[in-house]
């Protein structure tokens, strides 16, 4: 009996090493596969590495649809900040041809550091996409760098530590939302000392994430993480105590620039959640059935996935949900498409997100232990948000250019 009891003791040790070592490796060895597609170095030209760089691009194609459209309009609204000058926000505007009926509008860098490839994939557009002859009845409003802060300081956050993403309505009560789950784990998610990326800590966080997992099951667990939160401001998905600048500068260039429409297609860039290499559309539930009705005719063969899934999370003021809550009037289809980069939807994946963003919100706020630590933290946060891969930066423009082409053309067709 003994014998029997020490060797059950020792499988369960072995067992117990096993899942340890199996849980270390893979998420500190983590590395999706890049998509199958061959490197199209011409338009790799559209990305650049810094927000000036980008800024300065995107005026430039912008300039050159005034050689192909009769009227364009191009101009900034300035971002005032304690620690940057010159911050902007840019636009260009392409008129509808014949008739207004309807407006496109396609927005980059809502999260800051995501504005690299929402640039890229908007200068594309302009150099190669957006024609007359589709623009007949539908204007088209390009929105270049919304968190300018956040895209020069390589952040998804304002200069108040601010998710954009998470702070637009018209309501104040907003800033009343409770997230209890992000409570709970406030200390996980918000460490505050110097960050050591090799602390015992951050090697085996994949054990205490597989913990609350196995506590609170994975759907809670990236609710209360990824909803946004309006009570600690040192926190991650940080919603504010108010609203940014950026909430006045939209809602008066919106309400001016859309006000000859009566249909609205709201777009918004981003990266990071999802499947690597796929580009996904993630919208809030709507309620109403003939706007999803809309919504679904717009993005027709494409999958949508609206929060009700165990792999996604709804949120609270979202930048294109405001423009329905602007403008009640008018018919206005919200669709926020993010470009995967870590496939989220594996467990490792998921935690090594989460890792990617604590560790990160931790050094900017706490400092970095050494320069090592500094580098490997925001390594990793360009490879969520910006991916070096020139095989994955091909393919978003090119899965891009394809969706745009359909919903073009749909949005064209709506009644």
């Not at 409770?178 to 996980?188: H, I, P, Q, S, T």
């Not at 759907?219 to 939160?229: E, K, R």
């Not at 669709?335 to 989460?354: H, I, R």
């Amino acid at each position: 009996m003994k014998k029997i009891v020490r060797i059950a003791g020792t499988l369960i040790i072995v067992l117990a090493l096993a899942v340890i070592g199996y849980s270390y490796i893979s998420f500190n060895s983590y590395s999706p596969d890049d998509p199958a597609v061959e490197i199209n170095q011409t338009q790799l030209a559209y990305y650049q590495n810094s927000w000036e760089e980008c800024r300065a691009a995107f005026r430039q194609e912008a300039q050159k649809l005034e050689m192909r459209f009769d009227s364009v309009a191009i101009f900034s609204r300035q971002v005032e900040s304690k620690t940057d000058t010159g911050l902007t926000i840019d636009f260009c505007y392409i008129p509808a041809c014949d008739s207004t009926e309807k407006l496109i509008m396609l927005c980059s860098g809502t999260h800051g550091i995501e504005g690299f490839v929402g640039s890229a994939v908007q200068q594309m557009l302009m150099a190669e996409f957006f024609r007359p002859e589709m623009l007949k009845s539908t204007g088209v409003l390009l929105v270049h760098g919304l968190n300018a802060w956040g895209f020069k300081n390589e952040r998804r956050f304002t200069e108040n530590n601010v998710d954009l993403n998470r702070n637009y309505s018209l309501d104040p009560a907003l800033f009343e939302t409770k997230n209890d789950g992000f409570v709970a784990l406030y200390d996980m998610l918000t460490p505050k000392s110097e960050l050591n990326m090799n602390s015992i800590s951050n090697r085996f966080f994949m054990l205490k994430a597989i913990k609350q997992i196995a506590q609170k099951g994975m759907p809670a667990l990236l609710q209360a993480f990824a909803q946004g939160q309006y009570q600690f401001k040192e926190g991650i998905y940080f919603g504010g105590y108010n609203f940014e600048q950026q909430v006045a500068i939209m809602s008066e260039v919106l309400q001016e620039t859309a006000q000859p429409y009566h249909t609205l297609l709201n777009l918004d860039l981003h990266t990071g959640f999802g499947e690597r290499g796929e580009l996904h559309l993630f919208p809030n539930p709507i309620d109403k059935p003939e706007l999803k009705a809309k919504t679904e005719a717009v993005f027709e063969g494409y999958q949508i996935d609206w929060g009700d899934s165990d792999n996604f999370y709804t949120v609270h003021g979202q930048f294109v949900e405001f423009i329905g809550e602007l403008l009640p009037e008018k018919t206005a289809i919200p669709m926020l498409m993010e470009f995967g980069t870590l496939n989220t939807g594996s467990t490792v994946g998921a935690v090594k997100s989460a890792h990617i963003s604590i560790v990160e919100n931790q050094g900017f706020h706490y400092g970095y232990k050494t320069p090592n630590d500094s580098i490997k933290a925001k390594a990793g946060y360009y490879e969520m948000f910006y991916p070096p891969s020139e095989k994955w930066r091909t393919n978003a423009l090119q899965v891009s250019l394809e969706m745009m082409t359909a919903v073009v053309e749909n949005f064209n067709n709506l009644d």
